[in-house]
C-alpha cells in the first residue's frame, strides 16, 4: 500500500492543506466497520477541516483502486459507499457457515415486481396484475425486508394505500438507481416466445 | 381429453400451486400450444383452460374464485364472438372482446419475467456478503436491539434451510410448551426434589395446567427431570436429573 | 499490495503446492466480513488443498503486516482470529455511529431465534440446527446482555449445559409470555422451499 502525502487540488483559497492520506485512512475504517452505505454527508464528518464532495470522491475512488483485484471492493450504491466481498467469493465464504436469506416465492418476487416496474401502486392495481388477490403477508414480508414502504394514498373511493420501492432494495441489490434494474421486456418480444 | 393434459392425480395440488392464478395457466397453455396470443383461438383456448378446471375439481381441489371468474370471462367472450357483429357496431370501433384479454395477458407474463430476472440479480447476503469489521466500543456501549420480526425471519431462514418447514411447522402452542419446560427447569434449579403439585401455577387456569403437564412430559422424554414415586397413589416428586453446580 | 506469487516451505513431503496468493484473499475477504473471530480450523475450510496450521498462521501474520498502520488491524484473540478498528480511531467512528444503531451478526440472531423456539436446548442441539459450529463467544453475547441463561444440564455424556431465554427478553421484545409471537405458517410459505 503506498503511505507518500498525496496533497489535493483545493478550492480558490488553496491554502487549506488537507491530509489527504489520513482521510483515507479514515475513510477505510468507517467503511470496513459499517454494513450500512455511507453517504458522502455522513463520510465528510471524518474529516477535520470542512471537505468538498469532490475531493471526498476523488479519495474514495482512489482508495477503490486499492481494493482492486482483491475479495472485497468498494462500491458506490443508492445510499452511498460501502465495501462488500465480490460475489465470486461466495462458494467460499459459505463454507464457513451456510447461512443463506431464503429465495422468496413467486408470488413474492412478482409482487415486488410489479411495485418495481408500476410504482407507486396500490394492492388493487397488483392484483388486477397479477389477476389473484395478494395477501397482506407478502406485502408485509416486503416492508418487513425494507424493500418497499408506503408513499401516500390515491384519491379514490377508499383512499388505498400507495407501495413504492425503497433505496434499501437498490443497496442489497448493489445499484445506485432504479434505471439499473435490467428493463422489462417489450411486448413485441413477448408474442415471439415460443417456449415459455 | 389430449394425451399431454394427463396429470397423475397425487401431482395436481403440485400443479395448481405452481400456477400464480388463471392468468398464469392461460398463459401456459398459449404458450404450450403455440397460440397466437394476437389472435387468440377462444374456442380451443377455453376447452383447455375447462378441462383443467374439471381436473382440477374432481381432484377435489378447493378451487380459487379467481379460477371460476376466468372461466366466466372465457365463456363469455367466446359466445360474444358467436354473435354476428353488426356493421354498425363495428363502424363506430367496438373492440374485439379478446382485446382486454391479450392486454392482461401481455402485461402480465412482462411481470413474471421482470420477476424472473429480479429473482438473479444477486443480492446482499444471498449472493453476496457485507464488509462489518468489529468496532469495540470502550465506552458508552450502544447495545443493538432486536425485534420481534428479526426473530421471526431469522428462524423462518433456519427453517428454510434446515427445510424443516414441510412438516415442522411451529405453533404458538408448542412455543407455550417450550416455555413451560423452561419455567419448570428454573424452578428445579436447586437440584432438590420438589413435589409434583407446586410446579403447578394453579391460578393460571385449566389451559395452562395441561400446558404445564405436558411440558413436564416433555421434560421426562427429553430425560432433563426425573419423577419418582415410592409407592402407588403416593406423593410424586421430580427433580432436575443433574444438579447444575456452576453458577 | 504486493501481488507475487509467495510459495511457502511445506511440510516433509513438500510437494503440494499451495497458492498463499488465493489463500491469502481468501483469509482476508472470510476476516473482513465475520465480526466474531474465526479459529484456524474454520480458516482452513477456506483452502481447497489440506493447509497446515503453521501455514495458515503465516499468512495470516503476513496478513496483518499489510494492514499496520491503517485504521484496522487483525488481531489474534482466544477464540481466533478477527480484524477490529484500532482503538484511537474511535473518535472518528463516533462521529458517525449516533444515529445508526449497531446489529447483531445473523450468527447471534440465529442462535437467539434456536433458543427461542427449542428452548431448552444444548450448545450441541444448536450446532446441529444451524448446521456449523456456534463459537462460545456468541452465547457469551447473549448471555451478557440478559436473553438467555443456564437452566440446567443434559443427563449425557459431557453432562451439556441447557440454554433458554429469560425474562429479560420478554421485556426487551415487549411481549408478556412467548406465546405472543406471531405464528410462522403464513410466512413459511412465501418462501421457496426448493433450494436454488
Redesign the interface.
Known sequence: ?S?QAITLPLSEEGTVQINAVQLE??L?????????P?SLA?LK??SDEPVENNIIEKILEQLAQ?YA????ELNRVANGW??????D??P??D????????????????T???I??RQPVTRGDIEE?????V?S??LK?LE?RGWIDTVGTRDTPGKPTLFATTKQLL????LRSLQE??P??E?SN??E???? | MPHDLFIPPDALEIVLETF?????LL??LI??H?LD??DIPMAQLTQQYMIYIEIMQRGRLEL?A?YLL?AAVLIEIKSRMLLPRSPKLVDEGEEDPRVELMR?L??????????????E???????????????ERVEEQRLPNITV?DLR?VW??LL??AKLNIHHTVRREELSVREQMTRVLRQLRHGEFEAFENLFEVSDGIASLVVAFIAILELAKETLVVITQAEALGNIYVRASNNLTVE
Request: charged share 25%; with cysteine; hydrophobic share 45%.
Open positions: 500500500m503511505g485512512k479514515l477505510e475504517v468507517a467503511l470496513l466497520t459499517t454494513p450500512e455511507l455522513e464528518k471524518l486499492k483485484g482483491r475479495g472485497v460501502r465495501f462488500r466481498a465480490c460475489p467469493m461466495q467460499y465464504l463454507r464457513l457457515s451456510p447461512q443463506k436469506s431464503p429465495r422468496y416465492s413467486r408470488a413474492v418476487m412478482e415486488l415486481a410489479i418495481v416496474y396484475i397479477r389477476g389473484v388477490a395477501s403477508q407478502i414480508t418487513a443497496d442489497d441489490l448493489n434494474l435490467p422489462l421486456e411486448i413477448l408474442l416466445l415460443d417456449e415459455a | 400464480q392464478g388463471p392468468l398464469d398463459l401456459y404458450r404450450k403455440n396470443v394476437l380459487a379467481e376466468m392482461r401481455l402485461e402480465y407474463e412482462q411481470m413474471k419475467l421482470a420477476a424472473q430476472k429480479l429473482n440479480l444477486p443480492l446482499a447476503g444471498r449472493d453476496f456478503e457485507l464488509v462489518q469489521v468489529l468496532i420480526e425471519q423462518l431462514t428454510a434451510r
